[in-house]
Nanobody
Framework: QVQLVESGGGLVQTGGSLRLSCAAS????????MGWFRQAPGKEREFVAG???????????YYADSLKGRFTISRDNAKNTVYLQMNSLKPEDTAVYYC??????????????????WGQGTQVTVSS
């Protein structure tokens, strides 16, 4: 059983930056494909970014098209942690951000139901 704990959320002004962290425990972190999702009030949970397990060419990363260039996902297997660096934040980025883990090799990162473990979420609020 994997436990995920997010941190790093908060209140930031438009144009600001935040780095979210997600610490994993209870499993072999390097075996897990990781994702970040977000959910705004009244909306469905949506894919933000994903990162693969380590491979021959390192980690592969995937992003929601609308977020490419502003958000960066990374992981540190030695620290059992995945990160989400968010730059040039906009009010529409306001949401609860969740990290998620899955132990498979499917290339479908965006499908919520494919993830086995979820954190409790961290609130990100971007003021205008």
């Amino acid at each position: 059983q994997v436990q995920l704990v997010e941190s790093g959320g908060g209140l930031v002004q438009t144009g600001g930056s935040l780095r979210l962290s997600c610490a994993a425990s209870g499993g072999t972190f390097s075996n897990y494909r990781m994702g970040w999702f977000r959910q705004a009030p009244g909306k469905e949970r949506e894919f933000v970014a994903g990162i693969s397990q380590s491979g021959f060419s390192g980690f592969r990363t995937y992003y929601a098209d609308s977020l490419k260039g502003r958000f960066t996902i990374s992981r540190d297997n030695a620290k059992n942690t995945v990160y989400l660096q968010m730059n040039s934040l906009k009010p529409e980025d306001t949401a609860v951000y969740y990290c998620a883990a899955r132990n498979d090799y499917s290339s479908d990162y965006e499908n919520v139901v494919l993830y086995d473990y979820w954190g409790q979420g961290t609130q990100v609020t971007v003021s205008s």
